[in-house]
């Protein structure tokens, strides 16, 4: 099959040249400028067509596909793809890839283009050469069927419903093989070079846990390992994941999908109550961020998607949902050990970077959870002030001096500026939920319904 000619630009693009103009009235042309840099860094560097049709997208300086981040990348372009083929094209590319490599591995976080070998440790357990890592995390799964959801009621296209289905009955065997980790779960990770947080411990099978209903696994969105094994955001996010595929199954009547999507996500979302949650001294009744089963909690947020803070982006979870709001309250303060305020910004960073950095991804998550413009206005206004001169968005920066940075080159920041610009401008790209309802209603795939501060 013929490699397609993908877009490598969307300046002109008549939804992104509005952005632009309404975020020039707030003054300053950066905001505009910076949108267009990040969506066409994004289609013209990290893209690859395939000779299958597919589309290989690297994450930035690592020359690998990761399952989440390229998920991630394409996000903003949702609020583009009406009217647009070519753009249309390139998701369900994407999308293709992604469900090649789930079938090909879905405990695998990150692929190579080729079978090369080549891999973040030549030792680890895994030598599968088109593997780049396989730390298996649960939200690998969840946001390549969150995208191939988002999508289709975006565009209302169909072609990657078969893919997406067969993906989706994987994830729910995973999803339920690793609710009994400990006596149903073969998969095991052993890293002997690195911190620690780069391998799991008790021979690779991770501290022990016990059943709870939520289903567990070995990293976090940071790809550093979980302290206990069940994520609560993770499981959230799955459970978000699993209602978008019950959906999707529903429009070919594969009533058995349905049901079997709709069964493990109201597990989760139950046993993520009943097991993920605690009583803090100052925010009340808030999620944890990690629980074993067993009696233990870690109380913290990660920068990274999914995270406690990016429940209404990622999780169908109501913004004005009081156990949301108190864990709000929770992440964005000094409880939350990486929560950070220095003397350039203030935000949540991330165990995986050095201590006193704070993660761009984590103040537009911010801005986009917000319903007040200001904040969101704020949160553009401190990327901007962060870049450190360089016209990106990187993995983190030091809260005291921008200059000392993480990545040159990480596409998922880029992606969530252009997200939170496109927000502000009334072009947002993920749904807020209603909470009037039991699961939550859409408020809309294209837009949020504000008109933000433009």
Not at 17 to 31: E, K, N, T, W
Not at 379 to 403: I, N, V, Y
Request: charged content about 25%; some cysteine.
């Amino acid at each position: 099959m013929r490699s397609p000619d993908f877009p490598t630009s969307v300046a002109d693009h008549p939804v992104v040249r509005r952005a632009v103009h309404r975020l020039d009235d707030l003054g300053d042309p950066r905001f505009g400028r910076m949108l267009v840099r990040c969506l066409d860094d994004t289609l013209a560097r990290t893209i690859r067509p395939m000779p299958d049709g597919s589309a290989f997208v690297v994450t930035g300086d690592i020359p690998a596909m990761w399952l989440r981040d390229s998920s991630t990348q394409m996000m903003p372009y949702l609020a583009l793809l009406r009217d647009d083929t070519a753009l249309q094209d390139l998701l369900l590319a994407v999308l293709r890839r992604q469900f090649q490599q789930i079938a090909h591995d879905p405990y695998a976080n990150a692929f190579n283009a080729e079978p090369s070998g080549r891999g973040h440790d030549r030792e680890d357990l895994c030598d599968d050469p088109w593997v780049w890592e396989e730390k298996y995390e649960v939200d690998s799964l969840a946001f390549p069927l969150l995208l191939a959801h988002r999508f289709w009621a975006a565009s209302g296209r169909t072609d990657h419903l078969p893919q997406t289905l067969r993906a989706a009955r994987t994830a729910i065997e995973v999803w339920r093989t690793e609710q009994d980790h400990e006596n149903h779960s073969a998969y095991r990770f052993v890293r002997h070079s690195g911190p620690p947080s780069d391998t799991l411990p008790n021979g690779g099978r991770g501290t022990p846990v016990g059943r709870t209903g939520m289903t567990w696994s070995g990293f976090r969105p940071s790809d550093d390992a979980c302290r206990y094994g069940y994520n609560i955001p993770a499981n959230l996010c799955a459970a978000a994941a699993l209602d978008g595929a019950a959906e999707l199954a529903h429009q070919v009547r594969d009533a058995e999908l349905v049901a079997d999507a709709a069964r493990l996500a109201a597990e989760l979302r139950a046993a993520a109550v009943r097991h993920g949650t605690v009583e803090h001294p100052e925010f009340g009744t808030i999620y944890a961020y990690e629980v074993d089963g067993r009696g233990n909690a870690l109380l913290m947020d990660d920068a990274n998607m999914p995270g406690l803070l990016s429940l209404p982006l990622v999780a169908h979870i109501a913004p004005t949902d009081p156990l949301y709001l108190a864990t709000r309250r929770f992440t964005l303060s000094p409880a939350n050990p990486t929560w950070y305020r220095g003397d350039a910004a203030e935000g949540i960073g991330s165990p995986h970077t050095p201590d006193g950095h704070i993660w761009p991804i984590g103040i537009a998550v911010q801005g986009l959870t917000s319903d007040d413009p200001a904040e969101r206005v704020t949160a553009l206004r401190t990327l901007l002030a962060t870049d450190a001169g360089t016209g990106a968005m990187h993995e983190s920066f030091h809260k005291d001096d921008p200059h000392r940075f993480t990545r040159p080159w990480f596409s998922w920041a880029n992606a969530m500026y252009a997200e939170l610009a496109l927000d502000v401008a009334g072009f947002g790209t993920r749904p807020l939920w209603d909470s009037d309802t039991k699961e939550g209603a859409a408020r809309g795939v294209t837009s949020h319904g504000r008109s933000g501060s433009a």
